[in-house]
């Protein structure tokens, strides 16, 4: 079975720092991207931007580029989201998500973020 | 940033009818690689992570009931469920990932009425 499962919840104070983990199993997790989604309380899905742990080319979200870093190790199938200074403002649901691929005439093309991570909520205050 | 303007922001639809979500992009995600729209459906229930519904605009993903469908006209798609069930009940976004960023819509609220 394909999944991805990520670290538990997380409680940090205000300038703390942070880094939560999401493990693939069941697919080879070396050749698909992983992403990650803030989900803010009672809002909606943002993407923060996506990453190959293959060879760890990374393309941030603008919005998040300089707030967070991600990273893999491929030794153990993992991908991270990292912060060096937690704010109040980066309480939230993050998920992780496959960017699913499919092989088509020689050529990969992405087809969505097919299997999520069950999330791991983020709380930072004082 | 491509834009994705999502409506209604909620709907009220009674048991086995159709519900139809609009979801509009402010450019277009029409690939030349493939000739594909670069635009998915989720759906998101209450304490759950996102669940791929539909990829390139009209795809369904595997396991998905075929009362989802996804449909693409210019830059505006659609997400119909021709005959709503209790367990449909969710949030539902559109996504484009054509290009970073990955942008999502606000969100569609889907009740029983």
């Known amino acids: 079975e394909v999944q991805l499962v990520q670290s538990g919840a997380e409680v940090k104070k205000p300038g703390e720092s942070l880094k939560i983990s999401c493990k693939g199993s069941?697919?080879?997790?070396?050749?698909?991207?992983i992403g990650w989604v803030r989900q803010m309380p009672g809002k909606g899905l943002e993407w923060m931007g996506i990453?190959?742990?293959?060879?760890?080319?990374?393309k941030y979200s603008p919005s998040f580029q300089g707030q967070v870093t991600m990273s893999a190790d491929k030794s153990i199938s993992s991908a991270y989201l990292q912060w060096s200074s937690l704010k109040a403002s980066d309480t939230a649901m993050y998920y992780c998500a496959r960017g699913g691929q499919q092989l088509v005439n020689g050529d990969y093309y992405f087809y969505g973020m097919d299997v999520w991570g069950q999330g791991t909520t983020v709380t930072v205050s004082s | 940033d491509i834009v994705m303007t999502q409506s209604p922001d909620s709907l009220a639809v009674s048991l086995g009818e159709r519900a139809t979500v609009n979801c509009k992009s402010s450019q277009s995600v029409l690939s030349s690689s493939n000739n594909k729209n670069y635009l998915a459906w989720f759906q998101q229930k209450p304490g759950q992570p996102p669940k791929l519904l539909i990829y390139w605009a009209s795809t369904r993903e595997s396991g998905v009931p075929d009362r989802f469908s996804g449909s693409a006209s210019g830059t505006d798609f659609t997400l119909t469920i021709s005959s709503l069930q209790t367990e449909d009940v969710a949030v539902y976004y559109c996504q484009q990932y054509y290009t970073n960023p990955w942008t999502f819509g606000q969100g569609t609220k889907v009740e029983i009425k």
């Open positions: 990453m190959y742990p293959g060879d760890s080319d990374t």
């Open positions: 069941g697919y080879s997790f070396t050749s698909y991207w």
